[in-house]
Every structure is written in structure tokens, then in C-alpha cells.
């Protein structure tokens, strides 16, 4: 009596979870949004500021129609102060960060090579790099380029919005086969791909089907794994098997051959890795200048970062601090840069940047200077987690500007004290 009665209470409270649990589900679903962003905060602050630095980042249109093509181009150092918890970048790839497959990527170009597979890439060096993009999906939709690392992940750098108009039912990618014909790979072969799916997945849910029927998988290999396969498996069903393993095996042979003897002129998919990009000669560490890191702190309450620095001026210019770029984010000097900036908002501290001593440093001379890099975006783009890592460090490149309009960016970068109360 009681056993009936617990039982039959413990059937009531599992429908009940379990109606409660497709309730729910049902209702996240409902709410989930459009996502905006994709996560490209969430790395780590050293990772994002220590592996890459991207800059002259340009995309060349933001407000493009279906079909038309754009292209993001730019430069590429891999910073000497690549954390020893990254693997070199020995094997990586350069691709777009975007939500979906809203464009096509049309070709990718590191160093003046077409790289549309992974390649090698050496730290210390800068290299300029070729996107080009056709616009795909209509929407407002934040892209980067993003360069995924073995064993690193994808590391991506500064996004902008790109706002694509028009139908999606007009996009077509056009592409010229070796044997002459034009074939539209966003659909082609699409019919052949369907059938098959479906030629398939009725196989298997017939299997499937089949098997549940007679005491289902579970039950069935316990009974094997217990040394009863004679007992369990009958005649009939060894000659089920053998006919369904026989038809699986001609159905694909026979369809291979008709395949290969329609398409006799095909070539394997193309890997193997690109050696030898060439690095551009003047990036980031070109310049006649010598730095030295004294020392630093990070204020977390005030989202300020003071870097010491002792400065020699080795060129026949003065020279003149303009920009810090750390993690895509670039920290101004207003006194450097008069005019406006095109660059995301997000991304732009343009007054971000001030130094303990505004003036040039003069061809041959040595400077004491306070690099002071203070802003809110240190916050929202979470680059404050500095503060909280085991070797508590910043990186990033700054820029000094000669008269002439000569720039030479500079690698800078070294421990950090944070400080958490206000001072
Ligand atoms: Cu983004």
C-alpha cells in the first residue's frame, strides 16, 4: 500500500519536473535576443594585450547591399611579449570574427600572399594584411578579423559595424570552375545534399526503431557485456544485420563511382600550411628610438595606467609621444592627433592619453617621461583584469611622430603595481 502509493507520488513529481524544465526551456528560448557582440571581451586581458597588437585598421565601407564587396586591411605585429602560456604561433590563421557567415570572405592576403589555409608567423614581426569580404545576410553586424592561433584560439582584433541592406534571396557566389563552367556554390549541389541527408537519417531512425523494439541498446549490451550474446541475439536478427550492413556498403560504393565518373576532373581539398610570409620592413620596433621600462602602476578605481619611462632619442628628429594601442584600443594624445579619428567609438580614447612632459624629446637627447593612459574603456573592454593576473602586465605599442610625419611605433610593455583604493 505504501509502495503504490510513494510510487505512483514519485511518477506525479517526475511529470511535474519535467514539465517544468520544457516550461522553462520554452521560455529562455523566447527570450533569447539577437547577440550583439561575441564575446571578444571575455579573453583575458593579458592574452588580448600580450599576443597581438593590430593597428592601421581600416574598413573600407560600412554600408554595403547584399552581393558588394568590402574589404578590412591593416597591420599585424606579434608582440614580443607573447605570454609563455601561448604556444608560438607557428600554425595559424587569419579569418573574420563575425556573428554567422554574414559575408563571404572572397580571399584573405598576410605579407602580399594569397593565405587562404594556415600559415606561420614570427614574433617581433609586423605584417600587413588583406581581407576581402562579400556582403551575404542583411543586418548590423560587428566584424573583425581575427587571427585563430594554435593551441591560442582565435584572438580577435578591433570590430566595427558593417550594415548590410538588401534581400538575402539575391545573394549569389558566383564561381568559375576549372573545366569553364559557373557554378552559384551558395546553392549548388544543394537538391543532392537534401536527398542524402534524408536518405540517411531514415536509414538510421529505421535502425534505430528496429533495435528499441527488441529490449533497446542498453539492455541489449548489458546482456552481451554479461557473456549472453547467444542467448539474446537471434537468427533473424544476424540476418537483418548482415542485409542492412550489405546495403549500407553497395548503396555507397555504387553512388561513389557514379559520382567519380560524372566529375571525372576533381582535385582534393587543398592543406598544407604557407612558410616565409614576409614582414613588412618598417613596423613596430623600426624606429631610432631606445626605451627603457622603469616602472609602472594601475589604478583600478581610476581606470589609469602610469608607465615610467626612460626614452632616448636615437634619430635626427624630435619626437613626440601620440598614441598608445593596446588590445585594439587606441589611447590618444590630443596635443598629437588635432583632428578627428576614424576609428569605433568603443575602441577610441581620444584624449586618453597625457605625459608628465609634453614637449619633443630632442635628436640625441634622454628623457625621463609619465606616460599616464587613463579611461573608462580600460573597464568596459575589461582590460582592468590586469590588475588580477598572476604576472600583473600590460603591453602595447606606442606611437611617436617626428615633424616631417614620420611615425615609428614602439613596443612597450613590464609588471605593473595595481592599487585598489582611491588616492
Ligand atoms: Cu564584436
Not at 537483418?240 to 576533381?266: D, E, R
Given at each position: 500500500?505504501?509502495?503504490?502509493?510513494?510510487?505512483?507520488?514519485?511518477?506525479?513529481?517526475?511529470?511535474?519536473?519535467?514539465?517544468?524544465?520544457?516550461?522553462?526551456?520554452a521560455l529562455t528560448m523566447a527570450a533569447i535576443g539577437p547577440a550583439d557582440a561575441h564575446g571578444e571581451?571575455?579573453?583575458?586581458?593579458?592574452?588580448?594585450?600580450?599576443?597581438?597588437?593590430?593597428?592601421?585598421?581600416?574598413?573600407?565601407?560600412?554600408?554595403?547591399?547584399?552581393?558588394?564587396?568590402?574589404?578590412?586591411?591593416?597591420?599585424?605585429?606579434?608582440?614580443?611579449?607573447?605570454?609563455?602560456?601561448?604556444?608560438?604561433?607557428?600554425?595559424?590563421?587569419?579569418?573574420?570574427?563575425?556573428?554567422?557567415?554574414?559575408?563571404?570572405?572572397?580571399?584573405?592576403?598576410?605579407?602580399?600572399?594569397?593565405?587562404?589555409?594556415?600559415?606561420?608567423?614570427?614574433?617581433?614581426?609586423?605584417?600587413?594584411?588583406?581581407?576581402?569580404?562579400?556582403?551575404?545576410?542583411?543586418?548590423?553586424?560587428?566584424?573583425?578579423?581575427?587571427?585563430?592561433?594554435?593551441?591560442?584560439?582565435?584572438?580577435?582584433?578591433?570590430?566595427?559595424?558593417?550594415?548590410?541592406?538588401?534581400?538575402?534571396?539575391?545573394?549569389?557566389?558566383?564561381?568559375?570552375?576549372?573545366?569553364?563552367?559557373?557554378?552559384?556554390?551558395?546553392?549548388?549541389?544543394?537538391?543532392?545534399?537534401?536527398?542524402?541527408?534524408?536518405?540517411?537519417?531514415?536509414?538510421?531512425?529505421?535502425?534505430?526503431?528496429?533495435?528499441?523494439?527488441?529490449?533497446?541498446?542498453?539492455?541489449?549490451?548489458?546482456?552481451?557485456?554479461?557473456?549472453?550474446?547467444?542467448?539474446?541475439?537471434?537468427?533473424?536478427?544476424?540476418?537483418?544485420?548482415?542485409?542492412?550492413?550489405?546495403?549500407?556498403?553497395?548503396?555507397?560504393?555504387?553512388?561513389?563511382?557514379?559520382?567519380?565518373?560524372?566529375?571525372?576532373?576533381?582535385?582534393?581539398?587543398?592543406?598544407?600550411?604557407?612558410?616565409?610570409?614576409?614582414?613588412?620592413?618598417?613596423?613596430?620596433?623600426?624606429?631610432p628610438i631606445t626605451i627603457k621600462y622603469v616602472n609602472g602602476t594601475y589604478k583600478v578605481p581610476g581606470?589609469?595606467?602610469?608607465?615610467?619611462?626612460?626614452?632616448?632619442?636615437?634619430?635626427?628628429?624630435?619626437?613626440?609621444?601620440?598614441?598608445?594601442?593596446?588590445?585594439?584600443?587606441?589611447?590618444?594624445?590630443?596635443?598629437?592627433?588635432?583632428?578627428?579619428?576614424?576609428?569605433?567609438?568603443?575602441?577610441?580614447?581620444?584624449?586618453?592619453?597625457?605625459?608628465?612632459?609634453?614637449?619633443?624629446i630632442a635628436p640625441g637627447e634622454t628623457k625621463d617621461i609619465a606616460v599616464t593612459i587613463q579611461d573608462?574603456?580600460?573597464?568596459?573592454?575589461?582590460?582592468?583584469?590586469?590588475?588580477?593576473?598572476?604576472?600583473?602586465?600590460?603591453?602595447?605599442?606606442?606611437?611617436?611622430?617626428?615633424?616631417?610625419?614620420?611615425?615609428?611605433?614602439?613596443?612597450?610593455?613590464?609588471?605593473?603595481?595595481?592599487?585598489?583604493?582611491?588616492?
Amino acid at each position: 500500500m505504501t509502495t503504490t502509493m510513494f510510487s505512483s507520488l514519485a511518477r506525479q513529481a517526475g511529470r511535474l519536473w519535467a514539465l517544468g524544465l520544457a516550461a522553462g526551456l520554452a521560455l529562455t528560448m523566447a527570450a533569447i535576443g539577437p547577440a550583439d557582440a561575441h564575446g571578444e571581451k571575455s579573453q583575458a586581458a593579458f592574452l588580448r594585450m600580450r599576443t597581438l597588437n593590430w593597428y592601421d585598421l581600416k574598413w573600407s565601407k560600412t554600408n554595403v547591399t547584399v552581393n558588394e564587396e568590402y574589404e578590412i586591411t591593416g597591420k599585424l605585429y606579434l608582440m614580443n611579449s607573447w605570454p609563455a602560456a601561448i604556444e608560438l604561433p607557428n600554425q595559424c590563421f587569419l579569418n573574420t570574427g563575425q556573428p554567422g557567415a554574414m559575408a563571404a570572405r572572397l580571399g584573405v592576403w598576410v605579407g602580399g600572399t594569397f593565405t587562404p589555409r594556415s600559415m606561420r608567423l614570427e614574433v617581433g614581426k609586423t605584417y600587413a594584411f588583406r581581407v576581402l569580404l562579400k556582403a551575404r545576410r542583411p543586418g548590423h553586424w560587428h566584424t573583425h578579423v581575427q587571427l585563430s592561433v594554435k593551441t591560442g584560439g582565435p584572438i580577435p582584433g578591433p570590430g566595427q559595424y558593417i550594415d548590410i541592406k538588401g534581400n538575402f534571396s539575391d545573394y549569389r557566389d558566383d564561381v568559375k570552375l576549372l573545366n569553364g563552367t559557373t557554378v552559384d556554390i551558395e546553392t549548388y549541389g544543394e537538391g543532392k545534399i537534401i536527398l542524402w541527408h534524408l536518405v540517411w537519417i531514415i536509414a538510421g531512425i529505421a535502425w534505430i526503431l528496429y533495435w528499441f523494439n527488441k529490449r533497446g541498446f542498453i539492455g541489449r549490451f548489458a546482456w552481451v557485456a554479461s557473456g549472453k550474446a547467444e542467448e539474446v541475439i537471434t537468427p533473424q536478427e544476424r540476418v537483418v544485420g548482415a542485409i542492412t550492413l550489405v546495403a549500407v556498403l553497395l548503396v555507397v560504393i555504387i553512388f561513389y563511382a557514379i559520382t567519380v565518373s560524372s566529375y571525372p576532373n576533381t582535385i582534393p581539398l587543398q592543406a598544407g600550411d604557407f612558410r616565409n610570409i614576409q614582414a613588412i620592413e618598417n613596423g613596430v620596433n623600426s624606429g631610432p628610438i631606445t626605451i627603457k621600462y622603469v616602472n609602472g602602476t594601475y589604478k583600478v578605481p581610476g581606470r589609469e595606467l602610469v608607465a615610467n619611462f626612460k626614452i632616448t632619442n636615437d634619430g635626427k628628429e624630435p619626437l613626440r609621444i601620440g598614441e598608445f594601442n593596446t588590445a585594439g584600443l587606441r589611447f590618444l594624445n590630443p596635443d598629437v592627433y588635432t583632428a578627428k579619428v576614424e576609428y569605433p567609438d568603443y575602441l577610441l580614447a581620444d584624449r586618453g592619453l597625457s605625459l608628465s612632459d609634453n614637449s619633443p624629446i630632442a635628436p640625441g637627447e634622454t628623457k625621463d617621461i609619465a606616460v599616464t593612459i587613463q579611461d573608462a574603456r580600460w573597464d568596459t573592454e575589461r582590460l582592468s583584469g590586469l590588475a588580477y593576473d598572476v604576472d600583473s602586465s600590460f603591453a602595447g605599442v606606442l606611437f611617436f611622430f617626428s615633424p616631417s610625419g614620420a611615425r615609428y611605433p614602439m613596443e612597450v610593455g613590464g609588471a605593473v603595481i595595481p592599487t585598489f583604493m582611491p588616492v
